[in-house]
Structures are given as structure tokens and as C-alpha cells.
């Protein structure tokens, strides 16, 4: 199998073979054909028993093959099946999953009589290959690559970024539109409220389109509904408009004012763009009014109010004399790029066997959660899958601190990360 997995990747892996049986073994590649991947798995090391398979072995096929969307089944054309290769060929069909059935080590016309005992499976793709040799690869490769096509699209590169400034009323959300643009776009009064109306535009570079959205000012649930009983009904409009654009952008500037009180509504602006799994920069502004006597304390307040996303950006900056307001689309990018980071399988196995081993998620009586393997099954946010038995009866505790883990050895600044279980069935 390591030898196939190599032909395909071309050397570019070096396979790992030290700790038999765990999931140190789980070794995988992405192939791409063109804008299209599959990401290959070896399971090498499973199965290196030589006339029976152990239950532990059995459970890491079962699992393998779970996961899996299609399966490749690797036998060896030299000799006749075994025992093995039978029970792995039950299971196999059993699953009810497409696969392809590879007869390696097929390289002379000899040893083709004995590989055909395999058709006796009845699976009906088959390769006759000999991945040391070179032969059969291309049209195995070929097969490899329908699944691709079938497959979703890779999402793509963070060309286009869309980018949504919220905060409460009279923030400078306007006067930073304003200042990122280089222009007067977006109407600037003292009046809390001006902004009725999302105002978009783009900021293109070489690297990005970026779509800036200045929105009305998000008020307090409660002042609204006072508002509209007074008989203000656009001010209600507008926080829904609000939440909306919010919805539709990946990344959020969370606008809050230095020279003012930290509000309960900035935390529940961020907390609500956090929620929905958005990217979020906290853009500090009207830093020129604040003396340098005062700065130090804001930050500790900031510091206190915002520790519930520590992984949260912050930049301070003057819409007004355009302080800093470059270096927002830098942190943008950043924020951008962390949000599509797909994190390697087996780094994640590995991490999560670590960690484990400190940190066993403790079981309620009899209950005890068992952890068996963990893949990233989404971006923008990073979603992490673990397949376990009795997960109902992790702490919530562990999971956070398996969140801290993840964001310890792979760089998600700005971005919620997210952490789901699935039974195993
Ligand atoms: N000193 C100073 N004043 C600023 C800064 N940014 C904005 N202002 C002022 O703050 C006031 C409100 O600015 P806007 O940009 O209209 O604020 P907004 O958040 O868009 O307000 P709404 O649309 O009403 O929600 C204006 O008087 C701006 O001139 C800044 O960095 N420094
Ligand atoms: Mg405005």
C-alpha cells in the first residue's frame, strides 16, 4: 500500500511506520487534478498481522473505511487471496461504497493467472498495477481522478474577501469606510445614526478584492424597541440590515470607540459575529483623543471585557488622521488566511493522541468517552470532526481545552474555531 501511496503522491512523503497500531499510522496526501483533490489515506500498519486480524486491527478497518467517502482496496497479485484479504473484502462491501479494487505486484504475465482469483470479490473496478515497476499507475491514477471531478469543488483561494463594518452608533464606522478607501463614500455627521443604508465598495489589490461594507449603527435591542414605539421604524430596518450584512461577510470589523465606556452591546456585537462563525478584527478607533495617560488603562479594561476571545486581533487606529488604517487590510489577509487553514490529518491524530493521553476526557459512571479520530471537516470556520463513542459525555471543559490545544500548534488568530463530535456508529 505505502509503495502505491508513494507512486501516486510521487515520493513527495516520507510514510512513518514507527508505533504499530495507533494512529501515528494514519498517513495522508492530497492529489490534485487541477482545481479538484482527493485527499488519500494509507492505513499502513493496521494490518501487520500475518494470519489473523486482531479485533483492535478490525476496529482501525472499520474506521478507515467509515470515514472514507470511496475506498481503495490494495491486495497482493503474487499470491492467492488470504484470509485477510477476505475478511477486509466483507467489509469493504459491506459498506455499501464505491470502490476500486488494485491488484499490485502484477508484472509478468505469470503472475496474472493467480491475480485473476481476485475477480472472485465481484468488485467490478479493478487495476492491475505494479507500483514498483511503474505499470498500471496512469489508468488506476485516471480512476482516481473521476472521483476528484465528482467531488465539491476546492474552495477557493481568499481572492475575494468580504468585510462588514459593525459597531454601536457614532464609532466612526463611516470615517473608516472613508479612510480605507481614500474617499468621501459614506456619509460622517456627529449625530448618532446617520448611516440608514449598507454603503459597499472594493479595495483591489494585487492579492485580493477586498468588499468593505459600512454599516448603520447596531443599538441596543431595547432602544430599538423603544425607538419604533416612538415611532421610529427605521431604526429597527436598520439593526436587521445590520445582522444581515453581518451574515453575509467572512470578516468582520468590530468598530468599538477608545474614547468612550466599553458597552455591553460591543461584547454582544462581537460575541453574535463570533456565534455566527465570522472572522473578527477589533478595530479600536479614535485612539487621537485619547492621552497617553488614559491609553494604558483602556487597554486593561479591553483586556478584561474582551478575554473571552483571547485569539481576537485588536488595532487601534484614527479614522481621522488615518493612523494605523492600513494595517487593518493586513490584518484582514491574516484573518483571511487563518480562516481556510486546512490542517493536515494526521498532524491532527497525532495532536489529538497527545493530548489525550494528558487530558482523557473523563465519563460519566460507566460511561466513558473513547476518542478514535479526528479530521477538519470545514473552513471559514475551521471545523474539527472526532468520531467517539459516549461523546455526550464529554465536558464541555475538555473540549475548550482541546480548542486551546488546536489553536496552540496551528495558527488561528482571529477566527472561531469549532470543535464537533459524531457517534461512531
Ligand atoms: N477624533 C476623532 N473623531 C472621529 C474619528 N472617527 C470618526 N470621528 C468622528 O465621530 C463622529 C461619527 O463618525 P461616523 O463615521 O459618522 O460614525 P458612524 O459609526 O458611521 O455613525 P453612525 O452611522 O451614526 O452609526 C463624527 O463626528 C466623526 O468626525 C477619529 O478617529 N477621531
Ligand atoms: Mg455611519
Known sequence: KSSLFNRLIGQRKAIVHDVAGTTRDIVSEKMYFGDKAIELFDTAGYLREKEELSEKALEKVREAV?????????VDGNVSPTNIDITLADIIR?????????VNKVDNPKIAKVAEEYTRFGF?????????????????????????????????????IK?????????????????MLGKERSIVSNIPGTTRDVVSDEIITDDFVMTVSDTAGARKPGKIGK?????????????????REMENSDIVLVVID?????????????????????????????????????????????????????????????AKTGRNVDQIMDLVKTVSENQ???????????????????????????????LFFIA??????????????????????WRRAFENELRRNFDFTGTPISVVFKAKQ
Open 66 to 74: 467509515s470515514f472514507a467517502d470511496e475506498l481503495v482496496f490494495v
Open 94 to 102: 459491506k459498506s455499501g461504497k464505491d470502490v476500486i479494487l488494485v
Open 124 to 160: 467490478k473496478n479493478i487495476f492491475y498495477v505494479s507500483a514498483i515497476h511503474n505499470l498500471g499507475i496512469d489508468d488506476f491514477s485516471t480512476s482516481l481522478q473521476k472521483i476528484a471531478v465528482k467531488s465539491k469543488k476546492e474552495k477557493e483561494e481568499p481572492a475575494k
Open 163 to 179: 468585510v462588514s463594518i459593525i459597531g454601536r452608533p457614532n464609532v466612526g464606522k463611516s470615517s473608516l469606510l472613508n479612510a
Open 227 to 243: 425607538a419604533y414605539k416612538k415611532g421610529e421604524p427605521v431604526e429597527k430596518f436598520s439593526f436587521l440590515r445590520t445582522e
Open 258 to 318: 477608545s474614547d468612550d465606556k466599553i458597552a455591553a452591546q460591543d461584547l454582544h456585537i462581537a460575541g453574535k459575529a463570533k456565534e455566527m462563525g465570522k472572522g473578527i478584527v477589533l478595530v479600536i478607533n479614535k485612539w487621537d483623543l485619547v492621552k497617553e495617560t488614559q491609553q494604558d488603562k483602556f487597554l486593561a479594561r479591553l483586556r478584561y471585557h474582551f478575554n473571552f476571545m483571547m485569539w481576537m486581533p485588536a488595532i487601534f487606529v484614527s
Open 340 to 370: 481556510r487553514r486546512q490542517v493536515n490529518t494526521s498532524k491532527l491524530n497525532r495532536l489529538l493522541e497527545d493530548f489525550s493521553l494528558g487530558n482523557t476526557p473523563k465519563g460519566l459512571g460507566t460511561y466513558r468517552p473513547k
Open 376 to 397: 477538519q471537516t470545514d473552513i471559514v470556520p475551521p471545523t474539527f470532526t472526532i468520531t467517539a463513542k459516549h461523546h455526550a459525555f464529554v465536558h464541555f471543559s
